[in-house]
């Protein structure tokens, strides 16, 4: 099956990294820190994204302790967020997102050490995947302070909602 060749490549590249001597999970776990602060993603756009378009959080890996590659679509997978990692001032505006395969995105941060604010100003998904978040729309854990202005549609569940209605069927001037 697909899951189960992806597991086997998951393992190996786990062995492989872990032979190799790669760090991430093992660097935080001595004390080093990582800061990703004050960006801003502007006036872009994404078509058919066929992984996530927005992600916000921990990276992708396969070394061990790394959110899982197979997250979330693998029972028993997991993405734990390293807690010496901070994440704050991020700024989307004027992102737009048409046909994702999947739900809107991913904004994981540390129980601990929560993302800090985020800032989504008209970040618009049209035609989004209902898997795997369904009606939330965003995997929201952890965030502080995350606002949602402009035309932001969906609004991430865990953001306040500062956005501008829309009138249905009204051109826009």
């Not at 992600?55 to 070394?63: D, I, L, M, R, T």
């Not at 994981?108 to 978040?133: A, C, H, K, M, Q």
Request: net charge negative.
């Amino acid at each position: 099956s697909p899951a189960a060749a992806l597991l086997a490549l998951d393992a190996e590249a786990q062995e492989q990294q872990q032979e190799m001597g790669a760090g991430g999970a093992s660097e935080t776990a001595t004390g080093m820190s990582a800061e990703i602060s004050d960006v801003m993603y502007e006036n872009i756009v994404i078509h058919k994204p066929t992984q996530w378009s927005i992600w916000v959080g921990p990276q992708q890996a396969v070394y061990a302790g790394a959110c899982s590659l197979l997250w979330p679509w693998v029972p028993g997978t997991s993405c734990p967020v390293p807690r010496l990692v901070s994440i704050r001032g991020i700024s989307l505006r004027n992102v737009t997102v048409v046909d994702p395969s999947y739900s809107a995105g991913v904004l994981l941060g540390n129980e601990l050490n929560p993302i800090r604010n985020i800032r989504f100003d008209s970040v618009t998904v049209y035609n989004e995947g209902s898997i795997p978040w369904g009606e939330d729309s965003y995997k929201c854990e952890h965030v502080l302070g995350g606002f949602a202005v402009g035309r932001t549609s969906p609004v991430p569940p865990c953001f306040r909602n500062g956005t501008v209605p829309q009138a249905s069927g009204v051109a826009d001037s």
